[in-house]
Structures are given as structure tokens and as C-alpha cells.
């Protein structure tokens, strides 16, 4: 296993289009994260999938963002008509059923995007 | 309204000698506090954990104490070596700390730098 993989790396965009990220975690974790970092901050909980469901979501996620895990493998996020704010890298995490206490999450590399 | 907070964005420490770093919080709810240190270009990795009922962890060369009546916590690396040399975040979990049961609230993070 080669850990927390997202794609793509970097993504820029025009102000009002469409995006959509993909995070592939460690496979036997059940539990899928997604954070957005800024410049200068640390990162921020978005939202939080148990296997296929969605049990969280943080205020940050406008209905302009949505996410989806299906079948609890893989886990998209799409942001819509995007906004200059949303530029931020923005990253996956997994964890298995202890959550992140003992061990933590497992972070992928993140995807920066631009929105121009 | 920053729930973690690190007031240090930098340090700078020689190396061999100890690294503190320090974090404060204001949710008496958060349960367990995290470290995670990240280097450019890469997601946060896990260092060290402690649950709230604990006043000390110690891992390796890492320990992290708790005072919880002052809502406190630092993280201790002795020694320091060149490759500690990244930002470090603090970070909690808690019910009601905006990121749901396993969601985790970071500080902004404190820039560690090893000299020579």
C-alpha cells in the first residue's frame, strides 16, 4: 500500500467552473477525511465519510461543495462555480476504526488549487 | 474564533539542543490532543498523541506534556536534529469543536528551524 493518494497534484482553474478532486485511501481504513489548508493556517475539517456515509460536515462547506464516497473506497470532492476564495490545497486523510487518536490520520500529499 | 492556538509561527534552535513547542486551547471538551509535522510539499504526518486524562507522552525522542487546568500543551524533541527542521501543528479533537466525532481543530502551525 502506498498510502493516501490524491488527484491531481495541482489543478488551476477559471473563476465559475466546475472542479473535482479524488482521493484513493489506504485501503483496509474505513474512515475518509477532507481538510482545506490556506496559506498561514492550519488545516481545516470539512467533512468525514464512515465506509460510505457521510457523517459530518463542516459549516466551511458551502452548497457549492459536495462530496461523495461510494461503495466506502474512493471519495470525490467537486466544488462548483468556483470563487477565488476557494483556492487552498486541499487534502484527504484516512484512518482506520480508532479514528486518529492513537495513530493519528494518514495525510495524502494534497491538491493546490488556483482559481484565476 | 481560534480554539488552538500556537503563538510562536517560528523557532529557531541549534542543533542537539531541545525544541519546545508550545500550544494553548480553549475547549475544555477537546479529549485528545495531537502533533503532526509537515514538510513543503507533503500532507501532515502523525508524531505523537495524548489523551486528556494523561499529563505526559513520551515517544522516542518526542514527548508531549499536558496541564490541563491552564490549557496548555507542548511538544519536546530532544535531541534536535537538522531533519526536524518543518512546521509543526498542534491539534484536538472534542464533540464540539467544529469537526464532528473525529474531525480535528489545528492551530496555524510554528516553523521549526535546526541550525547547525
Known amino acids: 500500500d502506498t498510502g493516501v493518494s490524491q488527484n491531481p497534484r495541482h489543478k488551476i482553474t477559471k473563476r465559475g467552473q466546475n472542479v473535482t478532486f479524488r482521493c484513493d485511501p489506504i485501503?483496509?481504513?474505513?474512515?475518509l477525511y477532507w481538510y482545506r489548508q490556506t496559506l498561514g493556517q492550519g488545516p481545516e475539517f470539512l467533512t468525514y465519510?464512515?465506509?460510505?456515509?457521510?457523517?459530518?460536515k463542516s459549516r466551511l462547506l458551502s452548497d457549492r461543495f459536495s462530496a461523495e464516497r461510494p461503495k466506502g473506497s474512493f471519495s470525490t470532492l467537486e466544488i462548483q462555480r468556483t470563487e477565488q476564495g476557494d483556492s487552498a490545497m486541499y487534502l484527504c486523510?484516512?484512518?482506520?476504526?480508532?479514528?486518529?487518536?492513537?495513530?493519528?490520520?494518514?495525510f495524502g500529499s494534497g491538491t493546490r488549487l488556483t482559481v484565476v | 474564533d481560534q480554539q488552538v492556538k500556537q503563538n510562536s509561527p517560528s523557532l529557531s534552535v541549534q542543533e542537539g539542543r531541545i525544541s519546545i513547542l508550545n500550544c494553548d486551547y480553549t475547549?475544555?471538551?477537546?479529549?485528545?490532543f495531537l502533533w503532526y509535522k509537515k514538510y513543503p510539499a507533503e500532507g501532515p504526518t502523525f508524531l505523537i498523541s495524548?489523551?486528556?486524562?494523561?499529563d505526559k507522552n513520551e515517544d522516542g525522542r518526542f514527548t508531549v506534556f499536558l496541564n490541563k487546568s491552564a490549557k496548555h500543551l507542548s511538544l519536546h524533541i530532544v535531541p534536535s536534529q537538522p531533519g526536524d527542521s518543518a512546521v509543526y501543528f498542534c491539534?484536538?479533537?472534542?464533540?464540539?469543536?467544529?469537526?464532528?466525532?473525529?474531525?480535528?481543530?489545528f492551530g496555524k502551525g510554528t516553523h521549526l528551524i535546526i541550525q547547525p
Open positions: 475547549n475544555s471538551m477537546f479529549d485528545y
Open positions: 465519510f464512515q465506509n460510505e456515509a457521510q457523517l459530518e
Open positions: 486523510a484516512s484512518s482506520g476504526r480508532q479514528g486518529p487518536v492513537l495513530y493519528g490520520y494518514t
Open positions: 491539534a484536538a479533537r472534542g464533540t464540539y469543536s467544529g469537526g464532528g466525532a473525529d474531525g480535528l481543530t
Open positions: 495524548i489523551s486528556s486524562i494523561k
Open positions: 485501503s483496509e481504513h474505513n474512515r
